[in-house]
């Protein structure tokens, strides 16, 4: 028997098990693909607590700076893991308005940033366009924010799937849980019947973790869908930060992708490409940026996003005996791994050791069992 089941094989799962494993934790890593091919790979790979976190989720902000604080040496070890780079990129980002009124949402947004210690500066679209010679010299303003950084998210997902191998994970792709049983041990019982048993099941399934059969209550996660592509970028059109733009977001990667996202659907599980869903991004980018008409289509995705109720992470033990999670990032997923990976493996190693839970009661499952 493992001493840990982790259900679903993203990022949150992948960084959770292989935090654990690292630990000397003996842990099975259960995903019904293939590791890391849902919202870890759909996913812009921006590290942006400034340019992504909303005014009305603040209480996510000192979460999201931490998490940023602990990226570099994350990268380090997990490259030093696996062999493979994982492109952190600290140039920046751009966000730009495209219009008056965006212009005067953007003067807000500053405002709160300053207010917030937050180390930004105000731009005209003159100056943005000098630090970005793809930008339009017609956007009204900017905001340079030098802490909002990137990584390659896929880069990510491969090196993950490599460290957690390397330290012993073992790893069944391919595999569906069907029903969660709580207790002591916990259990997971798969679509043809297996039933693997461990002290701790971790459910970190993205989008489908509120949908397991066995959690009473279910967790409140339901999925966003994102549709996003990627263009080549050419001599003309090259950015070194990424753009936040009102409409879309640009990320550059070092191997010359030009990743262009994304839509905000609330549409279950529909995975559907649309002509509708790509215009508007793709818009949303020649806005700020004309000669993005001119690139080449690489690649088109779709992803999901686990949005729980309040858009904070659910994080620690549940109050099912044996059950707990790391999921419901929403958005922040890769900027989030590794303080999800941090605050869930140390919980999960107090739960081993039968000692009370230290996780924030406001990432904790628990605040939405009471
Ligand atoms: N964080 C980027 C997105 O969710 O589209």
Redesign the pocket.
């Known amino acids: 028997m493992s001493e840990v089941i982790v259900v679903g094989g993203g990022i949150a799962g992948m960084g959770v098990a292989w935090s654990l494993a690292r630990e000397g934790t003996d842990v099975t890593l259960v995903e019904r693909g293939t590791l890391g091919r849902s919202a870890s790979w759909a996913?812009?790979g921006?590290l942006a607590p400034a340019a992504?976190i909303g005014f009305d989720e603040l209480d996510l902000y000192d979460l999201s700076r931490q998490s940023l604080a602990e990226w570099p040496a994350f990268a380090r070890d997990v490259e030093a893991a696996s062999g493979i780079g994982v492109g952190y990129d600290d140039a920046g980002a751009l966000v730009v308005a495209d219009d008056r009124d965006s212009a005067r949402a953007l003067r807000r947004l500053f405002q709160f940033q300053e207010s917030h210690g937050v180390p930004v500066t105000w731009l005209s679209g003159a100056e943005a366009a000098e630090m970005e010679p793809a930008l339009t010299s017609r956007i009204p303003a900017a905001i340079h924010s030098p802490e909002d950084h990137q990584v390659d998210n896929r880069a990510v997902v491969r090196a993950l799937a490599a460290a957690c191998r390397e330290a012993g994970v073992t790893v069944r792709e391919e595999t569906t849980v069907e029903t969660i049983e709580p207790g002591h041990p916990a259990a997971v019982v798969l679509d043809g019947g297996e039933r693997l048993a461990a002290p701790v099941v971790v459910i970190a399934a993205g989008a489908w973790s509120g949908r397991l059969a066995g959690l009473d209550p279910a967790p409140p996660i339901r999925p966003i869908k994102?549709q996003a592509l990627s263009l080549r970028m050419n001599a003309d059109v090259q950015f070194s930060h990424f753009i936040r733009a009102p409409r879309a977001y640009l990320v550059p990667k070092s191997d010359g992708r030009l990743v262009v996202?994304?839509t905000s659907e609330d549409r279950g599980d529909d995975l559907a490409l649309t002509a509708g869903g790509l215009y508007r991004v793709l818009e949303g980018a020649v806005r700020v940026a004309p000669g993005v008409e001119e690139l080449d289509v690489i690649e088109t995705w779709v992803g999901l996003?686990p949005a729980s109720r309040d858009h904070a992470p659910i994080l620690g033990r549940s109050r099912q005996p044996g059950i707990a999670m790391a999921a419901g990032a929403y958005?922040?997923g890769v900027l989030l791994l590794p303080a999800m990976a941090r605050i869930v493996s140390r919980d999960v190693l107090v739960m081993l050791a039968g000692n009370a839970s230290e996780v924030p009661d406001a990432l904790s499952p628990q605040r939405f069992e009471a």
């Open positions: 996913a812009a921006m992504e994102g996202g994304a996003r958005r922040h």
